[in-house]
């Protein structure tokens, strides 16, 4: 545990926006092939702006600590910045990893991506092609 920075710690003991989600607009869901561990991202959108997120997870304190700030990073955010969100931005927010966990961090992202792609979907939302590139990676992915 030593190894994570304070504010990971801070982000795993307390995670911001963990839960379940009763109807949701749009809800990712992603595996991580590395160690099998799930993440699931739940968003509530109002006027083109994500206003409620949530996630839940069976994944360590780094996957929990990346979502929390994802969560953080989100809410209030229109949804193309929200797409904008890399894991590099996140993993700075958190003050880095360790090299062995950086594979955790990457399901919070993919899943933010996923649930948009899920609320485009459902609205019946031309997908934009960065997107839909981003989509098809995940899926072979995961
Ligand atoms: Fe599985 Fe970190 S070890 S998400």
């Not at 839960?19 to 959108?45: A, E, F, R, S, W």
């Not at 839940?56 to 700030?69: D, H, K, L, Y």
């Not at 990073?73 to 910045?81: A, M, P, S, Y």
């Amino acid at each position: 545990m030593s190894s994570y920075s304070q504010k990971v710690i801070e982000h795993f003991q307390n995670p911001h926006n963990y839960g379940h989600m009763d109807n949701p607009d749009g809800t990712g869901q992603v595996g991580n092939v590395v160690c099998g561990d799930v993440m699931k991202l739940y968003i509530k959108i109002k006027d083109n702006i994500i206003n409620d997120v949530k996630f839940e997870t069976f994944g360590c304190a780094a996957a929990i600590a990346t979502s929390s700030v994802v969560t953080d990073l989100v809410i209030g955010k229109k949804i193309n910045e929200a797409l904008k969100i890399t894991n590099s931005k996140v993993l700075k927010e958190l003050g880095g990893l360790p090299p062995i966990k950086v594979h955790c961090s990457l399901l919070a992202v993919d899943a933010l991506n996923e649930a948009i792609y899920d609320y485009y979907k459902s609205i019946k939302k031309t997908i934009p092609k960065s997107l839909e590139a981003k989509h098809k990676l995940i899926q072979k992915k995961h």
